[in-house]
T-cell receptor, first 110, second 114 residues
C-alpha cells in the first residue's frame, strides 16, 4: 500500500460543479497536511495547509480526519482555471520528510 | 522577488557523464529539498537539508549526492547518470520551524539520460 493515496482520476466536470478529492495516508505519526496544485509541466504550488479543525479559503474547503487518516478537498463553483493536478502532501514525522500522493487531475469543461 | 531558481531547465546527457543541477533560493530559508517526479509515481524526495552542512536522505537517494555549503545553494550531483534517472527534478525550500509552512518550488529541470 502506498503511503499516501489519492483518487486516481481524472475528474472531468462542467463549470460551476462541486468536486471533492480524497486522500488517505498510512503513517499515523504524520502531523502536517497540505494540498498543492500543479499545472501541466509546472512546479507545485501550495493551495492550502490543512488544519485539524478543517479550514476554508474562498471556494476551497479542506478537512482532516485523523482517526480515519483521511484528508479531503472540496472545490465549489468550479472555474476553468481550476483545471490542474491536485497533490495531497503529508509529512512523515516532526522532521522534514514530505510524502506526495500521485495526484488527481481535474479538468473543468466549459 | 522571492524565488527558487534551478539551472539548467533542460538537459540531455549520456550515461556516465557527471552533471550538477544547481538550486538557489533568496528567501533565507534553512530547509531545502530535492524531488524527482515520474509519471504515476508522483514526487519523491531525494535528499533534504535542514541547514548549512546538514543533509539527509529522502526516499530515493541512490545515485545522487548533495552538498550544502551555503544557505542559499543546494546543488544536486549525479556522479554517473543512468537512464533510470531520466526525470523531472524540482528543488524546494521553506522555513525550518513550524510544520504548516509551505514549500516553495523551483521551475523544474527536465533531465534525459541516454
Amino acid at each position: 500500500r502506498k503511503e499516501v493515496e489519492q483518487d486516481p482520476g481524472p475528474f472531468n466536470v462542467p463549470e460551476g460543479a462541486t468536486v471533492a478529492f480524497n486522500c488517505t495516508y498510512s503513517n499515523s505519526a504524520s502531523q502536517s497536511f497540505f494540498w498543492y496544485r500543479q499545472d501541466c509541466r509546472k512546479e507545485p504550488k501550495l493551495l492550502m495547509s490543512v488544519y485539524s479543525s478543517g479550514n476554508e479559503d474562498g471556494r476551497f474547503t479542506a478537512q482532516l480526519n485523523r482517526a480515519s487518516q483521511y484528508i479531503s478537498l472540496l472545490i465549489r463553483d468550479s472555474k476553468l482555471s481550476d483545471s490542474a493536478t491536485y497533490l495531497c502532501v503529508v509529512n512523515r514525522n516532526y522532521g522534514q520528510n514530505f510524502v506526495f500522493g500521485p495526484g488527481t487531475r481535474l479538468s473543468v469543461l466549459p | 522577488e522571492a524565488q527558487v531558481t534551478q539551472n539548467p531547465r533542460y538537459l540531455i546527457t549520456v550515461t556516465g557523464k557527471k552533471l550538477t543541477v544547481t538550486c538557489s533560493q533568496n528567501m533565507n530559508h534553512e530547509y531545502m529539498s530535492w524531488y524527482r517526479q515520474d509519471p504515476g509515481l508522483g514526487l519523491r524526495q531525494i535528499y533534504y537539508s535542514m541547514n548549512v552542512e546538514v543533509t539527509d536522505k529522502g526516499d530515493v537517494p541512490e545515485g545522487y549526492k548533495v552538498s550544502r555549503k551555503e544557505k542559499r545553494n543546494f546543488p544536486l550531483i549525479l556522479e554517473s547518470p543512468s537512464p533510470n534517472q531520466t526525470s523531472l527534478y524540482f528543488c524546494a525550500s521553506r522555513v525550518k520551524d513550524g510544520y504548516l509552512y509551505e514549500q516553495y518550488f523551483g521551475p523544474g529541470t527536465r533531465l534525459t539520460v541516454t
